[in-house]
């Protein structure tokens, strides 16, 4: 797809926007825009929240166009905080908060709401600048204006208002603007529509992957096998050579499910590599044992050696992300797990490593399990029992290895098909990202594109945009 460009351009005096159509106004944000601010009710009010007043925060700010909040406070609440009333159109954007690390968020609101304190709101006056207009700009600027407006030294990520407020804005006329929202509302439309295709088919691809596993580690490779009653409700019938065993039974020794030590064991780490690596949910969940930076004395490492893992051992996390299940590999440095971790030492005479992962990583064997014991309660975490306890369907080795094999290509399958789905969604990002960014800076001229609305069209040479 190509447009035209525009036939002059100014410079616009800031080395991140460069040129500028010449017939556009460059105006500071704070000549074109009052803003306003939040505030939070206090909680230990209770007639300050549960009300009809939309409260807006940064975990709001998911779409483009706000109608609701999470949250909502009474006009008590209200009256009581800093927050204030924002008219409906205004342009919200957060100003504090992790996100912005990497990502700007900004949205129209389409109701009156109130706002915390992370938050701000633009309103524009005099006829200048459409909120919308402003919303694809720091869309399609968002990297750039996170670095000019970042607040400098500040411990927690923030946009400095200084910063914001006397930023140049490039300001074609308001019938320009009209078309340019048009035209960015039609064509990024179509773009988040494929972008919805793309996840809803690596979704359709992971919910086939677990299919795949569930079926395998249940009911095996042979459909014409003789089958029998597990005896257990949620798993049926199993293959009649198959055991049904606890995991307790399939380790090597009586500390063959071992959790890590408490903290209070693990006071005082030193700061420089040691040798000796602590262990734990990051290394697991990632399968990255070499990330990470604490480290244990030598001597310690000797007096928690019951903790130590050994090539070949699983860890398995016990809270947060439940049952993150990794093998601890060859290559890695010697160290213990910490608490948040659970070391398990398969006996690989009656079980392979490798099967145990692909039960409990990948079947949801231990979050069906314990959901179940628990009868439906939140879960926070799981114990040694917990994990001794959980029953796994053993076939004999050659029928692990068997089912090991044939899940390899399907999974790898499986897995590259989801890489290409997102790498397809990159692109579109990218794809949406550049032609917001060129449209609001004048990059292109796309009047042409929405001729209902556009007006004083000028002809000129074409430009393509990647």
Same mark, same amino acid.
């Not at 996840?199 to 677990?210: G, S, W």
């Not at 949406?432 to 069209?457: F, H, M, Q």
């Given at each position: 797809?190509? &447009?035209?460009?525009?036939?002059?351009?100014?410079?616009?005096? #800031?080395?991140?926007? @460069?040129?500028?159509?010449? !017939?556009?106004?460059?105006?500071?944000?704070?000549?074109?825009?009052?803003?306003?601010?939040? @505030?939070?009710?206090?909680?230990?009010?209770?007639?300050?929240?549960?009300?009809?007043?939309?409260?807006?925060?940064?975990?709001?700010?998911?779409?483009?166009?706000?109608? &609701?909040?999470?949250? $909502?406070?009474?006009?008590?609440?209200?009256?009581?905080?800093?927050? @204030?009333?924002?008219?409906?159109?205004?342009?919200?954007l957060v100003v504090r908060s992790g996100i912005l690390k990497h990502t700007l968020p900004v949205a129209i609101n389409a109701v009156q709401v109130a706002l915390n304190q992370d938050m701000k709101a633009l309103i524009f006056r005099g006829g200048k600048c459409r909120s919308e207009f402003f919303m694809r700009w720091v869309q399609g600027l968002n990297d750039r204006l996170l670095l000019a407006w970042a607040k400098q030294g500040a411990t927690v990520e923030s946009i400095e208002h200084e910063y914001l407020a006397n930023a140049r804005l490039p300001l074609p006329t308001m019938a320009e603007q009209t078309a340019i929202i048009a035209?960015?509302?039609?064509?990024?439309?179509?773009?988040?529509?494929? #972008?919805?295709?793309?996840?809803?088919?690596?979704?359709?691809?992971?919910?086939?992957?677990?299919?795949?596993?569930? !079926?395998?580690v249940t009911k095996g490779l042979n459909p014409d096998a003789p089958m029998k009653d597990s005896g257990i409700e949620w798993l049926g019938e199993v293959p009649e050579h198959w055991e049904v065993k606890r995991l307790k039974y399939l380790v090597r020794s009586s500390d063959g499910i071992q959790m890590g030590p408490f903290g209070g064991m693990l006071t005082e780490l030193p700061?420089?590599?040691?040798?000796?690596?602590?262990?734990?949910?990051?290394?697991?969940? *990632?399968?990255?044992?070499?990330?990470?930076?604490?480290?244990?004395?030598?001597?310690?490492?000797?007096?928690?050696?019951?903790?130590?893992?050994?090539?070949?051992?699983?860890?398995?996390?016990?809270?947060?992300?439940?049952?993150? $299940?990794?093998?601890?590999?060859?290559?890695?440095?010697?160290?213990?797990?910490? *608490?948040?971790?659970?070391?398990?030492?398969?006996?690989?005479?009656i079980v392979l490593s490798n099967y145990i992962v692909l039960i409990l990583a990948e079947a949801e064997y231990i979050k069906t399990q314990t959901e179940l014991s628990k009868r439906g309660s939140i879960i926070s975490g799981i114990n040694t029992e917990v994990v001794a306890n959980l029953t796994l369907l053993l076939p004999p080795l050659s029928s692990q290895e068997e089912i090991l094999e044939r899940l390899g290509f399907e999974l790898a399958r499986i897995a590259s098909l989801v890489d290409e789905g997102e790498?397809?969604?990159?692109?579109?990002?990218?794809?949406?990202?550049?032609?917001?960014?060129?449209?609001?800076?004048?990059?292109?001229? #796309?009047?042409?594109?929405?001729?209902?609305?556009?007006?004083?069209?000028?002809?000129?040479?074409?430009?393509?945009?990647?």
């Open positions: 797809m190509s &447009f035209p460009r525009y036939p002059e351009y100014n410079d616009s005096g #800031v080395e991140w926007l @460069g040129d500028v159509p010449s !017939h556009w106004a460059l105006e500071k944000i704070k000549y074109v825009a009052s803003f306003m601010g939040g @505030g939070t009710p206090s909680r230990e009010e209770p007639t300050f929240w549960n009300g009809d007043v939309p409260w807006v925060s940064p975990k709001d700010m998911k779409t483009e166009r706000i109608t &609701f909040s999470e949250e $909502c406070i009474t006009q008590e609440g209200l009256s009581s905080s800093a927050a @204030g009333m924002v008219p409906s159109g205004a342009a919200l035209f960015l509302e039609r064509e990024t439309a179509k773009i988040d529509a494929l #972008v919805a295709e793309q996840e809803k088919l690596i979704e359709l691809l992971k919910e086939k992957r677990q299919a795949v596993i569930s !079926h395998a700061a420089s590599d040691t040798g000796y690596r602590l262990y734990g949910q990051e290394n697991t969940i *990632s399968g990255d044992f070499n990330r990470g930076s604490r480290w244990i004395e030598p001597e310690r490492f000797a007096e928690l050696e019951r903790y130590a893992l050994n090539s070949g051992d699983l860890v398995i996390t016990r809270k947060g992300s439940l049952g993150s $299940c990794r093998i601890f590999p060859s290559d890695a440095r010697p160290g213990i797990a910490d *608490s948040d971790t659970i070391r398990i030492r398969p006996d690989n005479e790498a397809g969604i990159r692109l579109l990002r990218e794809r949406r990202s550049a032609l917001i960014s060129a449209a609001v800076t004048g990059k292109i001229d #796309v009047r042409a594109a929405v001729p209902e609305v556009a007006s004083n069209k000028v002809e000129a040479p074409e430009k393509e945009v990647a």
